[in-house]
């Protein structure tokens, strides 16, 4: 399942790369020579925003906790509720693959 909003073949050379990577290491090398600080802190920030919305914080809390505004918590509800499921795909698998460690 494509977004055609941003499906193109530019974005799928983008994806392609991105799932190459391997471990932690080579996501820093890779997101610090493709995107700002700025931006890598941002999409940081939404997921965690993500994370705590399907955990129930509030807006007070969220906003105190990241630094994040009340506008961009709403987006990430939004994508939560209207979206395409990409968050909820991935808090699953990072839960799943956290499981066997606990037992």
């Known amino acids: 399942m494509h977004n055609s909003k941003i499906a193109d073949q530019n974005t799928d050379f983008l994806f392609q790369a991105i799932l190459k990577l391997e471990n932690m290491d080579?996501?820093?090398a890779f997101?610090?020579?493709l995107c700002?600080?700025?931006?890598i802190k941002a999409l940081a920030q939404r997921i965690v925003v993500a994370k705590m919305l399907t955990e129930d914080k509030v807006y007070n809390e969220i906003a105190a906790l990241t630094g994040a505004s009340t506008a961009t918590i709403s987006r990430v509800k939004?994508?939560?509720?209207y979206g395409c499921d990409g968050y909820t795909e991935i808090f699953n698998r990072l839960d799943n693959a956290k499981a066997p460690e606990e037992s």
């Open 78 to 81: 939004r994508s939560l509720k």
């Open 26 to 28: 080579e996501c820093y």
């Open 31 to 33: 997101f610090e020579d």
């Open 36 to 39: 700002t600080v700025p931006e």
